[in-house]
């Protein structure tokens, strides 16, 4: 007898018979009739039962992948600085822009009557100068809650929850702003440039 190489085991035969395991376990859990003879007793098809465990497999793949997505994302998201679209412009806020730059655009959309940008815009240039300051680092993932609750532990002054919460209304609320919501906005951030 010549000696051959042979393979001990493979994933075809382990599947294989994981999928009689599977198999012979819901044949455990159906009723049996004990008049009745074994040839009676409903026989599940092989590729019936083969799927079934590929379905199983792959929903828990796809919920273990769901989980970790949830936990990780923001991590990634933070890591890899994901730009987040405002829904409404389909523009994403840029950090980079300079106080000057925010003020320029909020001029320029006051002047036009797009007053919510106007807005807006200062309402950047009030986060952009607390980064610039080194007081706050401005970070696209953080809410207007989470910058009004990191203001209230600073102590800052009042005309930042101004611009804040007016931000938070005009954009999440779907309030409709006017050029009264702007002068107000506007004071608010001249009070800030004063202090």
Request: aromatic fraction near 12%.
């Amino acid at each position: 007898m010549a000696s051959g190489t042979f393979e001990k085991t493979s994933l075809s035969w382990q599947l294989q018979q994981l999928s009689q395991q599977v198999g012979e376990w819901l044949e455990g859990l159906l009723p049996r009739n004990a008049s009745a003879p074994t040839a009676d007793i409903l026989q599940l098809p092989e590729w019936l039962l083969e799927g079934l465990f590929w379905l199983m497999v792959i929903a828990a793949i796809v919920w273990a992948g769901w989980q970790l997505y949830r936990l990780l994302g923001p991590y990634l998201a933070e890591f890899w600085q994901v730009e987040q679209v405002d829904d409404r412009t389909g523009v994403a806020p840029s950090p980079q822009h300079t106080v000057a730059e925010w003020l320029q655009q909020a001029r320029l959309a006051q002047q036009q009557g797009d007053y919510q940008t106007a807005c807006r815009a200062l309402y950047m240039a009030s986060l952009q100068q607390l980064n610039d300051r080194g007081i706050l680092v401005q970070q696209l993932s953080r809410t207007d809650g989470e910058y009004l609750d990191f203001l209230q532990l600073q102590n800052l002054p009042r005309p930042y929850q101004v611009l804040i919460q007016t931000h938070e209304r005009l954009w999440f609320d779907q309030v409709t702003a006017s050029a009264d919501t702007y002068e107000r906005c506007w004071q608010a951030y001249q009070e800030i440039e004063r202090s």
